[in-house]
């Protein structure tokens, strides 16, 4: 991915308030930073945020946690964010952090537009990879939910079998989401995809908790 240099990126990451810079001492109690007890959805990989935005402005009564490597995309996620949105903050991560900054507090997680790593070598990199679901086995509160979305198809079949392998029910697939269903929210991604008439992958699967199992 060619990423284009945001000059006053600093300036914007040190001056934001919904930027979490100190995000491993919340480990565990993530919903005193938020002041309730909502759930927590968070989106790895949230590129430049309309999606996590705009769920948030959407669903005041959820709290949203977007999370990106990239400083630069997320300078520029940050300048998107309207004043008052009171349920929404951000991460400077690496998603293989995320059970260092989480513990049995998540209540969903989006996979939209994740990096492929296309070649086999690379596979366990994948954000749907067994080393990924097991990472999300410590943050999840209960029920396991993951929703993707993806414009590779190879990403996609190797997902089903990924989230099956490992205890996932698919609830929701799609291999043309916009056909069957075209979603409320969209990503900025998505959006350049679509005006192309490209199908785009959809899958919402669910684990149940051992707890809950019984």
Known sequence: MRLRNVKNKEEIMNNSSYLVKNYFDYKGKWNELFGNDN??????????????????????????????????????????????????????????????????????????????????????????????????????????????????RDLYTYSLVSFSENGYILKKISFDFHQDDMPLITTEYEDRFSKDNLPIYYVECIKESVQNSK
Do not use: C
Request: charged letters at 30%; a neutral charge.
């Open 39 to 152: 759930p927590i959805y968070i989106e790895i990989g949230m590129g430049k945020g309309k999606f996590i935005i705009e769920n948030a402005k959407m669903y005041p009564d959820i709290n949203f946690i977007g999370i990106e490597k990239y400083d630069s995309v997320i300078a520029k996620s940050l300048q998107k964010i309207p004043e008052g949105l009171n349920n929404l903050v951000m991460i400077r991560a690496d998603a293989l952090d995320i059970d260092d900054i989480f513990s049995k507090e998540i209540d969903r997680i989006y996979l939209n537009f994740s990096d492929p790593w296309p070649k086999n070598r690379h596979h366990l990199r994948r954000l749907s990879s067994k080393v990924f679901l097991e990472k999300y086995e410590s943050i999840f509160k209960g029920v396991r939910e993951i929703h993707m979305r993806t414009d590779n």
